[in-house]
């Protein structure tokens, strides 16, 4: 637990450089400024894959509680992974200047997320619904 704390330093300080090295670069060649970024974005992305495995042991537990019902889970795990793969390429197209794009990219992560949740919120009224009669 004391070590995790350098680690986001750590992340921190390559986000720090990539944006020192970009920075300048965007007047003089724009494209590079955008690899530079999208470099960076991916270097950071390594980082957090590091840790999927304490991710992993948490949706065991999870599991185990979950006994009899999994689609729960796989509702959690998919808005999840859509909610990170919508950030992650809105902040490439915000910093490549499309944030347009990057608005649109974030609002079907929403609608998808939305469409995900509904057979919960559907089960959560049938519930309700049948406490209430």
Do not use: H
Not at 21 to 39: N, T
């Amino acid at each position: 637990m004391g070590g995790d704390w350098v680690e986001i330093i750590k992340i921190g300080l390559v986000g720090i450089v990539g944006i020192l090295f970009a920075a300048p670069m965007k007047s003089y060649k724009a494209e590079y400024s955008v690899l530079i970024g999208i470099a960076v974005c991916l270097v950071l992305l390594g980082y957090g894959i590091q840790y999927f495995t304490g991710i992993m042991s948490g949706i065991d537990q999870l599991r185990a509680y979950l006994k009899n019902n999994q689609s729960y889970l796989t509702v959690l795990l998919k808005a999840v992974g859509a909610t990170y793969a919508c950030e992650f390429c809105a902040g490439i197209c915000r910093d490549a200047g499309y944030s347009g794009m990057a608005g649109q990219v974030e609002m079907i992560g929403k609608l998808y997320i939305l469409l995900t949740g509904m057979p919960i919120l559907a089960a959560l009224l049938e519930s309700i619904q049948s406490i209430a009669i």
